[in-house]
């Protein structure tokens, strides 16, 4: 009979295996990567192509280019579009972003046939219509107006500006950049950064090799990558700083705190990503138990790494109750100093091991988990060992190694310090 007062007994794989995937070079030279999978009358197509933020000579032209991609083409207008995919039940995602820009086709394998070639030549045909940007101007300028309203959003503007200055990355769309968009740019934008920097493909589940590397080769045509002649590669000043901005009908403060980091392939990468997991990356840190937990003063405080093509950075983010920002960051500073001076157990590094890799591995149950894990590994130019050397890296992070590396790459003489009441 089975003792239900004692805990079951509890297993842990370390184990994490290198991704398995099919790579290849069309004829038109375009990498592909791809996992397929015939279980499932399913599949997805990625493309991803450069001309994000960091491309544009007019602010704007990414985002409302890819937005505005399936807006209408010269022998279709936007309803047109939309019924075409979703009659075959289709789905279609585009997203834009600093680095690059994304635009995903999933559907049935019986509907890969109709569908890709109409996705493809979307590429090829948009003609981002007046009446459709109109619209989108409309709309972004509303939604502007309701976050010029919300300390989050002013938090994460001046975090931004604050970290990359007039780098790409450090800009924030105003209403004057909204307002003076028209199409021309958007074709511009469009023709020369994005068609001309198809980066790769990757496609998942069940389908038809022949017929998705036909309809590429053909349809989609890679001229070359255009280098920027006014590129500036971001760099952020070492020196610390202090923002504050005051709204007044503002219900909460909102706290951001940034500073460059290493990136992936650096040899401390492992003990600065546990390290960070430990002090505020997942719901268990030690910020959510002192700051939330104890004190009770925000819902949410996390701190995460970001990575991006010209840098990485660490970057600690909470809404926090109104007035309460500046104990906010004392508490953090209590914290960090806690992981410098005192060791930190064997009990909390596994627990957080653990949690680190359990994630990994959850989020690579399904054939779309693991090519996105291609495509993260693609996009960070990492190779296929990354995430095996990583979580073995992991496994063997001491103490004192966290220590070691958060007083050089975690210390708040780097703090750029955002406080929007």
Known sequence: MLN???APTLSFDPTINELAYDADSLSNNIPIYSILDKTQEVCGVEIIFGGGKLDELKSGASYFSTNLLKSGTSKFNSNEINNFFELRGAFVQFQSG???NSFSLYCLTSKLKETLPFFLNLFNDSTFPEDKLAQLVHKREQDLDINLQKSSYWSAKLIKKALFGTHPYGQVLSKEDIQSITSSDLKEHWKTFSLNQIKFITAAGNFDEALLKSNIQTILKRQGDKKLS????????TKPSNTTKTLLNSKQTSLKISFQAINHLHPNYPALSLGNALFGGYFGSRLMQSIREDKGLTYGIGSSIQHLKESSYIQISADVKRGAGNEVIELIKIELNKIYNNNISEIELDKV????IGEYKSSSQTIFDRINKVKFLKT?????????NYFDAILSVK???IQEVFKTQYTSSLFKTVLVD
Do not use: G, I, M
């Open 4 to 6: 239900r007062t004692e």
């Open 98 to 100: 600093l680095d690059y």
């Open 230 to 237: 006014n590129t500036v590669q971001a760099t952020s000043s």
């Open 353 to 356: 091991k653990h949690y680190l």
């Open 380 to 388: 960070h130019n990492l190779p296929d060992s990354y995430f095996t």
């Open 399 to 401: 103490s004192d190694k």
